[in-house]
C-alpha cells in the first residue's frame, strides 16, 4: 500500500512517533529508582527529589502520549469509525495521569509530613478506610474521588484502543495485548504492589514505544530512481 498522505503530514507523524520512544521506555525506569515508596517513612527523607522525580514521571507521560497521535494520524482509516473516539479517551486517560502524577508529586510529600500515618494509608488499598477515619479528607467531598475517575479513564481509553488494535490487526498483537494489562493496572496502581505497578508502566512504554518504532520504519520515505540517461 503506497502513502498517499502529504509529506509534510507524514513527517509530523514520524515526528510525534520519535518523539515518543525514549520517554515511553524510560517510564518503568523511572517508577523503579527514581518514584521511590508511597509510604511517609520513605517519602520524609527525600521529599524534594520525591517531587521531581514525579515531575519527570509526568513529563515523561505526556511527552509518550505523542505516540498515541502518531498511532491516530498513521492509522485512523484502517481504525474505522471508533478512531477518534479511542484516541480521545486514550489521550485524555494519559493526560490525566500525568496530571495525578503532578498532583502527586506537590501534595504528598506535605501530607508525609503533617500526618503520616493517614497519608501511608490514603496511599494503600485501605483509602475507603483511611476517607471514614478522616474528617479532613472528608471535607473534600466528591474532589476527593476525581483521581479515581481520572484512573477509570485511563482504564477504558487504554483498553477502547487496546481492543481496536487487536480487532484491526494494525499492530503485532502483542501490542494491544500490552495496552490493555498497562491500562488495568496503572488504573488500580494503589491496590497492587509496587512491582507490579512498575511491569504497568513497562507494559504501557513499550506498547506506545513499539507502535512509534513500527510508524517510523513503514513511513520511511523512498528513494527516487535517477532516470537512465
Known amino acids: 500500500m503506497y502513502n498517499t498522505y ?4 507524514t513527517r509530523m507523524t514520524r515526528l510525534l512517533a520519535g518523539v515518543s520512544i525514549l520517554p515511553a521506555l524510560f517510564l518503568p525506569f523511572y517508577e523503579a529508582f527514581l518514584h521511590g515508596g508511597r509510604r511517609a517513612m520513605e517519602i520524609n527523607p527525600r ?3 520525591y517531587m521531581a522525580a514525579h515531575m519527570i514521571g509526568a513529563y515523561c507521560t505526556i ?7 502518531a498511532i491516530y494520524l498513521r492509522y485512523h482509516e484502517r481504525m474505522g469509525r471508533g478512531a477518534p473516539l479511542s484516541l480521545i479517551l486514550a489521550l485524555l486517560g494519559q493526560i490525566s495521569y500525568a496530571g495525578l502524577l503532578f498532583i502527586d508529586g506537590f501534595f504528598n510529600p506535605l501530607f508525609a509530613h503533617f500526618d503520616p ?5 490514603f496511599h494503600s488499598p485501605d483509602f475507603f478506610q483511611a476517607v471514614a477515619q478522616s474528617p479532613l479528607l472528608q471535607s473534600f467531598g466528591i474532589a476527593l474521588y476525581t483521581p479515581f475517575l481520572m484512573s477509570l479513564l485511563l482504564i477504558v481509553g487504554y483498553g477502547f484502543l487496546g481492543i481496536l488494535l ?8 502483542p501490542i494491544g495485548v500490552l495496552f490493555l494489562v ?3 493496572i496503572l488504573g488500580i496502581d494503589l491496590m497492587v504492589p509496587m512491582w507490579v505497578e512498575i511491569a504497568g508502566y513497562a507494559a504501557e512504554g513499550l506498547a506506545i514505544a ?3 518504532w513500527l510508524i517510523l520504519r513503514e513511513s520511511q ?3 527516487r530512481a535517477k532516470p537512465v540517461a
Do not use: C, D
Request: aromatic share 14%.
Open 221 to 223: 520515505p523512498v528513494a
Open 117 to 121: 500515618a493517614l497519608q501511608t494509608q
Open 210 to 212: 513499539w507502535s512509534a
Open 6 to 9: 502529504p509529506a509534510s503530514f
Open 47 to 49: 521529599a524534594a527529589a
Open 182 to 184: 498497562g491500562g488495568v
Open 166 to 173: 487487536l480487532l484491526k490487526r494494525i499492530f503485532p498483537w
Open 63 to 69: 511527552l509518550a502520549g505523542f505516540g498515541l497521535i
